[in-house]
């Protein structure tokens, strides 16, 4: 489940349109949208029973996260196969209209900030991060979608969440 820590901080504190969002070089379609098991503002950008990661949960402390605040992700899930060397990261983050981020990442580089290396092996996987969102957020409402793909172009996970900050956190 490190795979989703990775992701779950800009999920939180970024954005990406559900509608219309670009990654990969190809748009990605949210449909068929469903919840992200456990306390959390996160949905599958589809139907998630082909993922290779099965997410089991994710909690997050607060729920919804608060700038300024820690924020604890608990996560659990499991790889139904390896993940090598070349799994590639699509991240897109929007404040509003406005896109912030829109960037491929090594998924590998990505893993080393949680102390796992690939391949990544089939199997359980339990994460217990903190993560501190700083107070200087903008109020607003952001839009994240993270796809996560392997070095063949299947799918590990797409998730994605709206998230609104308050003036003051």
Known sequence: ?????????????????????????????????TDVPGENPLLFCSDASTDILEIDSIDLDPNPPQAGHTLDIKATGILKKDVEEGAQIYLQVKYGLITLINQKRDLCDQVKSVDLECPLKKGPLELTKSVEL????????????????????????????????????
Not at 1 to 26: F, H
Not at 144 to 165: E, H, P, Q, R
């Open 1 to 33: 489940m490190k795979l989703t820590s990775l992701l779950l901080p800009a999920v939180l504190t970024a954005t990406v349109s559900a509608r219309s969002p670009w990654l990969n070089g190809n748009q990605v379609s949210v449909q068929d949208a």
């Open 134 to 169: 700083p107070k200087q957020i903008p109020p607003g409402k952001y839009h994240v979608m993270a796809d996560v793909l392997t070095k063949d172009g299947d799918k590990i996970t797409c998730i994605y969440a709206d998230v609104s900050f308050n003036v003051g956190g």
